[in-house]
């Protein structure tokens, strides 16, 4: 049985383009960037042509890229090491007044390395969002204060899909000597991801969700801003990322990026069409609701709750039809409470715990979702006969 995968937004395969770009640095260009003989020479290039590739599509500087293992160390990085630099250099009397905003719908990524500021004494203020999972700009007006430092707001949201004003929060804070970072790891093969037009100071990309390789992403960090590093050593990327680069995975990178800005547009009309039309089609079923915007969402995000069956099982009952898509709610030993994304965006209780997360991706066709849709039905009738909800 060939399965049905949807749950691109938790990871993507690898471009066979992508591959190819990669394979000559595993074991025929393998040397290390640091030495300064051929092969050195060789992985340099090859990491110099990456950053002015990756810096071009965002409208950047090469020395504004810094390669990273992934979207959660590019994150820790942004805020973590915003906050000890500036709490390094601030002229302000109680550094322990230091204040960041965040929201209560970002990646956790972003969230516990807030919460670790706030064991070392930093201000946190999660603002909230509305039904449909947009930031409220007034509430982050009204949070703003003398001593804030950093706002970090994720361009998209990992599971709903919405798309936040970046751009608005951006002018809001224009000349007020505040940062603003955005978590864009959903974003690039459907977004725009230009930094100036955006109107933010640090960006975190990550390769796994753009048909690239695990474990390499990117942080943009505009000239002139302050970061103390996570890692020390070599004093690789300009001292903020020490290790020996992963060449394989920073030319992959480059690749993905370069592949999803230039398929988004086309890409994003097809999805959406597809999109609009499984909603449409699954909101049929009797208490069924959308989570998220309908329309100011990703273009291949689809997160439903079915009233009174566990999001857990259903995701259990469609593996078994082959089907592959993930839940909103929390699946371990110790906790079976809804995510705090549906939390946040105030789902009944009874709908809560019935999240499902459908990611569309490039090779997603009708066919597939029709299949989906063909035995849903069934699996949600026999989980609501058996719920003890």
């Given at each position: 049985?060939k399965?049905?995968?949807?749950?691109n937004?938790?990871?993507?395969s690898?471009?066979?383009?992508?591959?190819?770009?990669m394979?000559?640095?595993?074991?025929d260009d393998?040397?290390?960037?640091?030495?300064i003989?051929e092969?050195?020479?060789?992985?340099?290039?090859?990491?110099s042509?990456a950053?002015?590739?990756?810096?071009?599509?965002?409208?950047?500087k090469a020395?504004?890229?810094?390669?990273?293992?992934?979207?959660?160390?590019?994150d820790?990085l942004?805020?973590?090491?915003?906050?000890?630099?500036?709490c390094g250099?601030s002229d302000?009397?109680q550094?322990?007044s230091?204040?960041?905003i965040?929201s209560k719908?970002?990646h956790h990524?972003?969230?516990h390395a807030?919460?670790?500021l706030?064991?070392?004494?930093?201000q946190?203020?999660?603002?909230?969002?509305?039904?449909?999972?947009?930031?409220?700009?007034?509430?982050?007006?009204?949070?703003?204060?003398?001593e804030?430092?950093?706002?970090?707001?994720?361009?998209?949201?990992?599971?709903?899909?919405?798309?936040q004003p970046?751009?608005?929060?951006?002018r809001?804070?224009?000349n007020?000597n505040?940062l603003?970072?955005?978590?864009?790891?959903?974003a690039p093969?459907y977004?725009?991801l230009?930094?100036?037009k955006?109107?933010?100071?640090?960006?975190?990309?990550?390769?796994?969700?753009?048909y690239?390789p695990?474990g390499?992403g990117i942080l943009y960090?505009?000239?002139?801003?302050?970061?103390?590093?996570?890692l020390?050593?070599?004093?690789q990327?300009?001292n903020f990322?020490?290790?020996t680069e992963n060449?394989?995975?920073?030319?992959g990178?480059t690749t993905?990026?370069?592949?999803?800005?230039?398929?988004?547009?086309k890409?994003?009309?097809?999805?959406?069409?597809l999109?609009?039309?499984?909603?449409?089609k699954?909101?049929?079923?009797?208490?069924t609701?959308l989570?998220?915007?309908?329309?100011t969402?990703l273009p291949?995000?689809?997160?439903v709750?079915?009233r009174?069956?566990?999001?857990?099982?259903?995701?259990?009952?469609?593996?078994?039809?082959?089907?592959s898509c993930?839940t909103?709610s929390?699946?371990?030993?110790?906790?079976l409470?809804a995510s705090?994304?549906?939390?946040?965006?105030?789902?009944?209780?009874?709908?809560?715990?019935g999240?499902?997360?459908?990611?569309?991706?490039?090779?997603?066709?009708?066919?597939e979702?029709?299949?989906?849709?063909?035995?849903l039905?069934?699996?949600?009738?026999k989980?609501?006969?058996?719920?003890?909800i």
């Amino acid at each position: 049985m060939k399965r049905v995968y949807l749950d691109n937004a938790a990871t993507t395969s690898m471009d066979p383009r992508v591959k190819k770009a990669m394979d000559s640095f595993w074991s025929d260009d393998f040397g290390n960037a640091s030495a300064i003989y051929e092969e050195g020479r060789v992985a340099k290039k090859a990491i110099s042509e990456a950053r002015l590739k990756t810096a071009s599509i965002l409208n950047a500087k090469a020395d504004e890229i810094i390669f990273t293992a992934g979207g959660t160390e590019s994150d820790n990085l942004a805020i973590l090491g915003v906050a000890r630099a500036i709490c390094g250099i601030s002229d302000i009397p109680q550094k322990k007044s230091l204040h960041i905003i965040t929201s209560k719908i970002e990646h956790h990524a972003v969230l516990h390395a807030c919460e670790q500021l706030k064991k070392e004494g930093f201000q946190i203020t999660e603002i909230g969002v509305d039904e449909d999972g947009i930031i409220d700009l007034r509430q982050l007006k009204n949070a703003l204060k003398p001593e804030t430092i950093l706002i970090s707001i994720m361009l998209a949201n990992n599971e709903i899909g919405t798309i936040q004003p970046i751009k608005e929060i951006s002018r809001i804070i224009r000349n007020k000597n505040i940062l603003f970072h955005t978590d864009a790891v959903q974003a690039p093969s459907y977004l725009d991801l230009n930094v100036e037009k955006l109107g933010v100071d640090l960006m975190t990309l990550n390769g796994s969700k753009i048909y690239g390789p695990k474990g390499i992403g990117i942080l943009y960090k505009k000239r002139g801003i302050k970061i103390e590093p996570l890692l020390y050593g070599g004093g690789q990327e300009s001292n903020f990322r020490s290790g020996t680069e992963n060449i394989p995975a920073i030319v992959g990178f480059t690749t993905a990026l370069e592949l999803a800005q230039k398929d988004r547009e086309k890409e994003s009309e097809r999805q959406i069409k597809l999109r609009d039309r499984f909603i449409k089609k699954i909101l049929e079923m009797p208490n069924t609701i959308l989570n998220g915007s309908q329309d100011t969402r990703l273009p291949n995000n689809i997160n439903v709750s079915f009233r009174g069956v566990e999001g857990e099982a259903i995701v259990l009952y469609l593996d078994a039809k082959g089907v592959s898509c993930s839940t909103g709610s929390a699946c371990n030993s110790d906790s079976l409470e809804a995510s705090h994304v549906i939390r946040a965006i105030k789902r009944p209780h009874e709908y809560a715990h019935g999240s499902v997360r459908f990611t569309m991706g490039k090779e997603t066709k009708k066919r597939e979702l029709d299949y989906v849709l063909g035995i849903l039905p069934d699996i949600i009738k026999k989980l609501k006969n058996i719920s003890a909800i």
